[in-house]
Every structure is written in structure tokens, then in C-alpha cells.
């Protein structure tokens, strides 16, 4: 029997800065290509936050944002192979088309320098699904089209998703906790893995300690970085940085008169072998390149800046040998990959449980946005 439409709550953002509608929403099957999702776990990540204040230039409205999540395959579309009713799967914003049958792999996959995967990029940025370059969602009570974000819309209980960005999961795996693995623990675990290659004795600065930065210092840790920085302007960060694995914290506020790269650099003989950003600010973007060691120290921009904000630094930070880089989803292919970090997780060799501060419920998405503007909390899981 082919799948029909399904009615159910979703978080609506119907425009910028105002809080998510829960109402009815009908979710369209799955087409070509295509796979519906049962989302039993979401997570709020800061990008959320920046696309509902209006400052992303993809920013659509109304849509369904979210795209931290795990949830069960609940139909496929036609042609789909790599996954099947019942898989326990994670949605991924960054799509990957390697090892799909009778799937051509874009040239971003079958690079050995990249993950951003193009299949779908450009559907994904525009809120549509490629098949038909449509929505698959409407609103129950008016049938007006609502928009898709990052080609995951996750704050819905049903949510529909190209094939290419679907990551089947080990079914053992908590999906309350492995829904992290959706984006920013991801991402700060390869920011130092792939994206940086940080090494055994190196030093490290983290700007910004939500889940992103924090992750970016259990990494370091792991692979034995000697002194890792942890900067933030909210000191009640430090005790947590220090469990993932800070050996110092640092308020950039308790040096009024002195900019927070001179700090560092005084702070480690002439800067670190790593900086990175993970706040957004395109001005600590500038602090974190200028706190990097003379001739070979590396930056690496995680953060996501406002549309129209630009970074800007003297061009002799680069010609004296620094390095700026950037990272989406830590550089990780992540259909091949996220399932290999869920079972690093399993096998008790990576933190995760750690990152979920405060478990709620769905309805109550509008209270855990309000924890996140005030940085109470590092991860809210909500169960739908
Ligand atoms: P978060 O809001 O939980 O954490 C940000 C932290 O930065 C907070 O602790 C806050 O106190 C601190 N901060 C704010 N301004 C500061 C300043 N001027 N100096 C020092 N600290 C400051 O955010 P998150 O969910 O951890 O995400 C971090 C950033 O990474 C966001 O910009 C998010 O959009 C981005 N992100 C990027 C990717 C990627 O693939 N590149 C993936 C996930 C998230
Ligand atoms: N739409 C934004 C860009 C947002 C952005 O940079 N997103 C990151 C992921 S943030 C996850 O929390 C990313 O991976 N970008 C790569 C891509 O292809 O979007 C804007 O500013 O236009
Ligand atoms: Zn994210």
C-alpha cells in the first residue's frame, strides 16, 4: 500500500523573531527519492536560533526548523535502497551521495577534501524538496505551503527528507542522546579530527563554549593537546569546559583594556598551534586568527555569522604564516560516518550523555529556546 498523508504537530516559525506555532501540519508521502521520518528525538542548536531571528539570508518563513534529531523511517519513496521502514536513523542537514545504488556520486563526495555534498544543496537552501521542487508540508487548518529547512525540518513529529540525508543507525543506540549527532557534536569533533588534525603536545584555544566549542575540547583532549583555552564571556561555562577537558578558562571581560588575542598570545608564548571559533562573532573570528601562533598556528571558523557580517584581519597575520579555515558538520561525510560515531559512542569511547542539560517535551520547544538565548543550557532534548 503506498504511503498517504499524515496529520500532525510540528513547530511552526510563521516569521522571524516571533515564538514557534505548535499546530497541525499535513506531511505530504515521501517521493522519488525521498524518505519520511518518524522524529522521536530533536535538539536545539544555535543555528535554529539564527535563522528564526532573520538574520540567515536562507531564512524562509513559515517553515519547520530543527535539524538535530533522530528518529524511525516510517515510508520510502520510490527507488529508495538505502534505507528502510523501521531504520533507526539520524537526518543529515549535510547530505552525502556516496554508496547509494544506482546513485552517481557528486564530485564534492568523491573528494577526499570535502563533505559538502552538492545533490541537493541547492533544493535544501531554498526550502523545496528536488523531485518537484516543492514542499512536502502544509498547514491543516488553511493548506498554506510551509518551507523546509536544511532539508531536515525536524521540529515536526513527521518530517520528509531526501535519501542522500538519511544516516541509518545502530537500532541499540539511545536516540534521546545519539540525536546530538546530527550537528554539534559532530561538528566540534571533527573541527579537530579532520578539519584542524590537531596532534598529541599541540596547544588550543575554543572560543565559545556551547555543545560546538565543548566537543571541539573532548577531541582535543583525546588526542592529547597539552593546554586547551576555553574562552567565554559567560563564566558559568568554566566549570563544565573543565570537565570536558579545559585546563584553563578565560573571560575575555576580565581584560577591559586589553583585546582577548593579546591575552592568549601572552598567555602561550606567542599563541597557539589551534584556535577555534565557535560563537559566530566576526570579531572573535579576528581575536581567534590573531591568537594563532606566528608561522604556523591555524584558525578555524565553526561559528555561523549574520548575513552581510564580513571578517576582516591585516593581511601579514597571513603572510607570517597563519591559517584560516572553516568547517561544515566538522568535515565529516556523514552518511558514511555518522553511524561510525554512533558506535564510538556505544562502545564508551566518546562522551555524549553530557552534552543534554534539560529534556523536555515538544510543546515546550518555545521554553527551550528561551534557555538557549540565555545560555543556561549546552543541549535540550526534546521527545515528541
Ligand atoms: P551556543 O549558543 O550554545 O554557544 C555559544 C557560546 O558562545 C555561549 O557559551 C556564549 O556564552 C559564548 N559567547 C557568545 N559571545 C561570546 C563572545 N563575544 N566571546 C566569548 N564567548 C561568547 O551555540 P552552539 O550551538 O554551541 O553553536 C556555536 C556556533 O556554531 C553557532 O554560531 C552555530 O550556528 C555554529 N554551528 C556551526 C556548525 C558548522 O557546521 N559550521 C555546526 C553547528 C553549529
Ligand atoms: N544559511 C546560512 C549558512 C548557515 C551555515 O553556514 N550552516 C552550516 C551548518 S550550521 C549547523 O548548525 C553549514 O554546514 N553550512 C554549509 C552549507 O552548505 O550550508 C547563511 O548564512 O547563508
Ligand atoms: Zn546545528
Not at 522519488?32 to 536545539?44: C, D, P, Q, S
Amino acid at each position: 500500500m503506498s504511503p498517504s498523508e499524515i496529520t500532525c504537530k510540528a513547530a511552526l516559525a510563521t516569521a522571524p523573531n516571533v515564538p514557534l506555532e505548535i499546530c497541525d501540519v499535513i506531511v505530504s508521502p515521501p517521493q522519488k527519492g525521498e524518505v519520511r521520518i518518524k522524529i522521536t528525538h530533536t535538539a536545539l542548536c544555535h543555528t535554529d536560533s539564527y535563522t528564526l531571528s532573520g538574520q540567515d539570508p536562507e531564512g524562509l518563513f513559515p517553515a519547520i526548523l530543527g535539524h538535530e534529531a533522530a528518529g524511525i523511517v516510517e515510508s520510502v519513496g520510490e527507488g529508495v535502497t538505502s534505507c528502510k521502514v523501521g531504520d533507526s536513523v539520524i537526518p543529515c542537514y549535510q547530505a552525502c551521495c556516496l554508496n547509494i545504488e544506482n546513485v552517481q556520486p557528486c564530485k564534492f563526495c568523491v573528494h577526499p577534501k570535502t563533505n559538502l555534498c552538492q545533490a541537493v544543496r541547492q533544493w535544501t537552501g531554498c526550502g523545496i524538496m528536488k523531485a518537484d521542487e516543492k514542499t512536502r508540508f502544509r498547514k491543516a487548518s488553511d493548506d498554506t505551503p510551509i518551507f523546509h529547512f536544511m532539508g531536515t525540518s525536524t521540529f515536526s513529529e513527521y518530517t520528509v527528507v531526501h535519501e542522500v540525508a538519511v544516516a541509518v543507525v545502530n537500532p541499540k543506540a539511545p536516540r534521546e542522546k545519539t540525536c546530538l549527532l546530527g550537528c554539534g557534536v559532530s561538528t566540534g569533533w571533527g573541527a579537530v579530527y579532520n578539519t584542524a588534525k590537531v596532534e598529541k603536545g599541540n596547544t588550543v584555544a575554543v572560543f565559545g563554549l556551547g555543545a560546538v566549542g565543548l566537543a571541539v575540547i573532548e577531541a582535543s583532549r583525546e588526542v592529547g593537546a597539552s593546554r586547551i583555552l576555553a574562552i567565554d564571556t559567560n563564566p558559568e561555562k568554566f566549570e563544565v569546559a573543565k570537565k570536558f577537558g579545559a585546563t584553563e578558562c578565560v573571560n575575555p571581560k576580565d581584560f577591559a583594556n586589553e583585546k582577548i588575542q593579546d591575552v592568549i598570545v601572552k598567555m602561550t608564548d606567542g599563541g597557539v598551534d589551534f584556535s577555534f571559533e565557535c560563537i559566530g562573532n566576526v570579531d572573535v573570528m579576528r581575536a581567534a586568527l590573531e591568537c594563532a601562533h606566528k608561522g604556523w598556528g591555524e584558525s578555524v571558523i565553526i561559528g555561523v555569522a549574520a548575513g552581510g557580517k564580513e571578517i576582516a584581519t591585516r593581511p601579514f597575520q597571513l603572510v607570517t604564516g597563519r591559517v584560516w579555515r572553516g568547517t561544515a558538520f566538522g568535515g565529516y561525510k556523514s552518511r558514511v560516518e555518522v553511524p561510525k560515531l554512533v558506535e564510538k559512542y556505544l562502545a564508551g569511547k566518546t562522551m555524549l550523555d553530557e552534552y543534554v542539560t534539560h529534556q523536555m517535551k515538544f510543546e515546550q520547544i518555545n521554553d527551550a529556546f528561551d534557555l538557549l538565548h540565555a545560555g543556561k543550557c549546552l543541549r535540550v532534548v526534546l521527545s515528541m
